[in-house]
């Protein structure tokens, strides 16, 4: 898949942003402004963008390769084409995505609900969250992840969302962005695909939880973040949290039967972690998780640490053998780790009503 990025060319002079001035970067600087002329937020205009850009990046790299003089900085001009090159497939992108309609609620709805390829349909699924809130822990609005999904570049745009909605009469929302500053270190979610995904699929073998290489999988600490998430045919994967890893990652953001944290030592499944802000997974899906590993092989230890939420407090239980017997079980043990006064309201496992 081509690189994409959202970062534009400056509206500069780029013969004052070179530090130089030649015939060739006159006309680089000329090209430049015809492209950033075009009304960024208008759809009509995302054709005539691309084609400039083209322009730009065959310039620069008949500049590069033919017509390079010695006060030329090779690096800065490869900069450029870069620059130029991940804009034009982020417009491309773009461009595909308003063209088959893929914007529209219903296509989304239809993408993000889909479960075509569910092995078991007796399994509940959790789709991933598209309602928005106020997080007081992040600072700021969570949720609206169908965006994120959409867009080409994976971007966290929650906040955005909020000012959008606030714009009378906008155009489309990543139209809308395209006069907006959106940094460059926006957090951005890396969807896996093919071999990338492949290497983060997990295998039990003789009860342990191993990676495809057939090695025990050693993420013992509770203040590291090994994200899981199962996929709708039940196969397990699993990666550590950085390099923009989230849960939503090994799906493309489909709709999963589990999502969260593993504490594994050496393979031995310590814990489990119910934690998932695109997924958010409810003490049901928690124990559809533990019913699909034991159906799977996983090896348990004689007393396990389930951390879960509920009514936004986070909670710690530590299960029992015969707490994992049956729903009934699991749910009077996690009853008990709550104060008195409050009474745990779950309901039966059974597949949401899309």
């Not at 088959?100 to 219903?106: A, E, S």
């Not at 489309?172 to 699929?201: M, N, S």
């Amino acid at each position: 898949m081509e690189e994409v990025d959202w970062v534009d060319l400056p509206d500069d002079d780029f013969v004052a942003v070179l530090g130089y001035e030649t015939p060739n970067t006159i006309e680089l600087s000329k090209k430049i402004k015809i492209y950033n002329s075009l009304k960024k937020s208008a759809r009509e205009n995302l054709s005539s963008r691309i084609t400039c850009l083209e322009e730009v990046i065959s310039f620069v790299t008949n500049w590069v390769n033919h017509n390079l003089s010695p006060m030329d900085k090779k690096k800065h001009l490869r900069w450029v084409i870069d620059m130029s090159t991940k804009k034009r497939n982020y417009l491309i992108a773009l461009s595909e995505l308003y063209s088959n309609n893929k914007h529209l609620h219903d296509a989304q709805s239809a993408y993000h609900t889909n479960v075509s390829s569910q092995s078991n349909p007796h399994r509940k699924i959790i789709i991933l969250t598209n309602h928005r809130f106020f997080s007081l822990k992040m600072r700021e609005y969570w949720g609206g992840f169908w965006f994120e999904s959409l867009d080409p570049c994976h971007r966290r745009l929650t906040p955005f969302l909020e000012q959008w909605e606030k714009t009378t009469n906008p155009p489309h929302f990543f139209l809308w962005l395209e006069d907006q500053y959106i940094p460059k270190y926006t957090p951005r979610v890396t969807y896996l695909q093919d071999e990338a995904l492949a290497c983060t699929k997990l295998y039990i073998q003789n009860g342990l939880i191993c990676s495809r290489d057939k090695k025990s999988i050693d993420f013992p600490d509770p203040k590291g973040r090994l994200l899981f998430s199962i996929d709708l045919d039940e196969t397990i994967y699993a990666a550590e949290e950085g390099n923009g890893i989230s849960h939503s990652s090994f799906t493309s953001g489909r709709p999963v039967l589990g999502a969260g944290l593993f504490f594994i030592d050496k393979g031995y499944l310590r814990g489990i972690a119910l934690e998932s802000g695109h997924y958010m997974p409810n003490t049901d899906i928690g124990f559809q998780i533990i019913s699909m590993l034991q159906k799977q092989g996983v090896i348990f230890p004689e007393v396990l640490e389930l951390i879960f939420f509920y009514d936004r407090n986070k909670y710690t239980a530590f299960l029992t053998q015969d707490d994992l017997q049956d729903f009934s079980s699991f749910k009077i043990a996690l009853e008990q780790t709550y104060p008195s006064n409050v009474s745990m309201k779950c309901t039966p496992l059974e597949k949401v009503n899309l």
